[in-house]
């Protein structure tokens, strides 16, 4: 069966940092590839759910067991050079649409377990050096309260921006989220530039079907 947390593990010392989304979605394809490499490992793989098709960051096809994977990169501004390769991450903001977009992805992978006749686990999985993900809010009430995915809390049901949440961050995102299973988030290390500022990785896993 698919670990995806061992597999990040195993990523992480070859590669503890990532260039972009992309870059990160092509390792980690490359990494599973490699210990099963009887799968069938597809990018951007079409599905087509409730008359519209959705494409999946990584499909895993293991013979009778099928995988999902859904990726997001978020970073601070990082730069490091990792064995005389240089990295220099954008400084990324609107973590609460990033929020939203990685319980989304838990959404879209829950509706095509719905629909999937074959045995079929998913992920849905952030990698970001931005402790405003994992870290708990100051204030109790933010515009992004029901999307916010710290360190041990549990998401469920409807979620929903709050009343004071502008137009502009609600763009594209106006629908509530809503998600029939019940998940504690935990956050697992990933990698650590000691010294610099940002320089902790952390991943967040959440497994549907294992």
Known sequence: MLKIQRLLTSLSHQR??????????HALAWEIQTKFPNASVRLE???ILDSDVIYVDIWIDL???????????????????????????????????????????IQRLEKIASISSNPFTAYAVLLTND???WKP????????TD??????RLVT??????????????????NSIVLKGKYRLHWIPYSRFDGLRYGEFRALVVSLGE
């Open 16 to 25: 503890p940092v990532f260039h972009s989304e992309a870059d990160f979605q």
């Open 45 to 47: 793989f079409p599905v």
């Open 63 to 105: 013979g009778g067991e099928v995988a999902a994977v859904e990726l997001k990169y978020k970073t601070r501004g990082l730069s490091v050079d990792v064995n005389g390769e240089q990295y220099r991450l954008k400084n990324q903001s609107a973590q609460d649409c990033g929020r939203y977009d990685f319980l989304k992805d």
């Open 131 to 133: 402790s405003a993900y």
């Open 137 to 144: 809010p100051h204030r109790p009430e933010t515009v992004d």
């Open 147 to 152: 999307f916010r995915i710290h360190e041990g």
């Open 157 to 174: 049901g409807a979620l929903n921006w709050r009343d004071n949440a502008s137009d502009g961050t609600m763009k594209n995102r106006e």
